[in-house]
Each structure stands twice: as structure tokens, then as C-alpha cells.
């Protein structure tokens, strides 16, 4: 548990930086391969998360401390990789100390966020016993949907409390109990296998490309102009004019080259296909 002493403590004020560092760099490699025993649980929740998101659902974080803004990282990356609606994804944390203790804030964001059934909520807590993130998962339970834990502490309340539960074993922390190490890095990592295999299973993403970038910056235009010119079979010079007509929409661009159709008509053959780029360009190549 991370509340448990590593069993080099009482060494640490004596290490050399290298030393110190080279320690950590180790315990994150433990930690990571303590994900593997449990991937069977999280291709579980993406199957589950999946399904519920095509049906129209939305995708929940709660968490506390740490694990709320882990949380927050992954919901915002989320429309931006993905081109995803901006309230598909959403972080509920408790940002105040004393704010992790309190269950009935837990059910009261959860209320807030109006759960249905289609949804999915994923838990975030390094022990499991957090009381917000309890609460939440309560209400959640009520409102019939899916609960998702992921904790760094086996048998704990909240596992006991989800339908598919993660329980990641990461061990002492190099420094007892800050969470923000090995399980922090953990949380994140089984977030990032979340959100990423689930758009992807939701054709939000095609052969391992952003189909969805949302072009807001110059870099991002410029990934998006070689993507479209990539996947859509043409140049950098069509490839810009066909983002162009698309109002920067990557899928439209690339769907308008591949097809020699106009935007409004890209735009209706992937609405037909509930948005799958590849259904859309199946036996499909330029002229």
C-alpha cells in the first residue's frame, strides 16, 4: 500500500541525487508492470464504456486530491484528440482537502451531473476508501449507471462498491504516502487505456491517426494538413483546400478527396455511417 514505508526510507537523506533518482526510475517501472495482471478488467470497463457511449452516454470522472486532477488531464485532452463534445467527457474533483471526506458532495455532484443509464462513472482513488468518490458511486449505482473503479489498494470499498473493478497493486511509495507517485502515474496511465481504446473503438480515431484533431493552433493545423493529405490520398496544396472547405474538419477533408464529393455531401455520408471513417471509405481510392 502506499501508505506503507518503502523498505529503502530510512537510506533516502543519504542517497546521491543519481542514486535517488535511479530508485524512483525503478519503482516507476514496478508500477507500470503491476497494470498488466489487471488488463483484463480494463479491456472489461472499455468494453462496458464502449457500450454505453454509443448509445448516447457520457463518460464520468470523480476523484480527490491527485486523482481529481488526473482526472481533469484526461477529460480535457479528450475533445481536443479526439474531437469529442466538450461535455462527453467530464472530471467532477474534490479539490479542497477536506472536501475528499465528504460523501454528500460526492452524491451531490453526481445529482448535478444528472447520471442516467447510459452512462459510464469511473472512480479514482489511490486507497479506494474515499469518501466523495463513495458517495458519488452511490448515487451513480441509483441512476443505474455503469461504476468503473480505479485503485492502488486491493479489496477496498470502492472495488467491493464498482461493476468492474481495477485494482492496481503499486506498492510503498518512495516517499510514504504521497500518492502523487507511483499511483498517480498508474491513474493515469489506465485513464490514458480508457479514453483512448474507447474512441477508437467509437471510430473516433482511424488507423491510428486523429482523424478527429481539432485544428486550433498553428500546429495542429499543420498535423491536420498532413493527415488529410495521408489518409486522403492528395497533396499538401489539395489537402489544404479541402480543410479549407471543411471548416477545418480533418474527416470531411479527407472523406471530400477520397470520394471527389463537396463538404455538405462528405458531411452526410459520415453522419450515415454514425461517424466511421472507415465505413465511409471502404473500396474507396481517388480517381
Do not use: W
Not at 210 to 229: C, E, I, P, T
Amino acid at each position: 500500500m502506499s501508505e506503507d514505508l518503502h523498505p529503502r526510507a530510512d537510506e533516502l537523506d543519504n542517497l546521491t541525487a543519481l542514486d535517488f533518482v535511479e530508485l524512483m526510475h525503478a519503482e516507476d517501472l514496478v508500477a507500470v508492470e503491476a497494470i498488466r495482471p489487471q488488463l483484463r478488467q480494463v479491456a472489461r470497463a472499455v468494453e462496458e464504456i464502449t457500450t454505453r457511449l454509443g448509445a448516447g452516454g457520457r463518460l464520468h470522472y470523480f476523484g480527490a486530491g491527485t486523482s481529481g486532477l488526473v482526472a481533469r488531464l484526461d477529460a480535457a485532452e479528450c475533445p481536443a484528440t479526439f474531437g469529442v463534445a466538450a461535455d462527453l467527457v467530464q472530471a467532477h474533483s474534490a479539490d479542497e482537502p477536506d472536501q475528499e471526506d465528504d460523501r454528500r458532495l460526492g452524491i451531490a455532484e453526481a445529482i448535478k451531473a444528472r447520471l442516467g443509464s447510459s452512462d459510464a462513472v469511473v472512480g479514482i482513488s489511490a486507497s479506494g476508501r474515499t469518501a466523495y468518490v463513495l458517495g458519488a458511486f452511490e448515487r451513480a449505482a441509483a441512476d443505474g449507471a455503469l461504476t468503473v473503479a480505479v485503485i492502488c489498494n486491493p479489496g477496498s470499498p470502492l472495488a467491493r462498491a464498482a461493476d468492474v473493478a481495477i485494482e492496481v497493486e503499486t506498492g510503498p511509495e518512495v516517499i510514504g504516502g504521497s500518492t502523487r507517485l507511483k499511483a498517480g502515474t498508474v491513474q493515469k496511465l489506465v485513464l490514458n487505456m480508457l479514453s483512448t481504446a474507447v474512441f477508437t473503438r467509437l471510430a473516433r480515431t482511424h488507423r491510428g491517426r486523429m482523424v478527429g484533431v481539432v485544428a486550433s493552433n498553428d500546429k495542429l493545423r499543420a498535423r491536420a494538413a498532413r493527415l488529410v493529405a495521408d489518409v486522403g490520398e492528395g497533396s499538401t496544396e489539395e489537402a489544404a483546400r479541402a480543410l479549407d472547405g471543411a471548416g477545418g474538419n480533418p474527416k470531411v477533408a479527407i472523406v471530400m478527396l477520397r470520394r471527389g464529393v463537396t463538404a455538405d455531401e462528405a458531411r452526410a455520408l459520415l453522419a450515415a455511417a454514425n461517424g466511421d471513417l472507415g465505413t465511409v471509405l471502404a473500396e474507396s481510392r481517388r480517381p
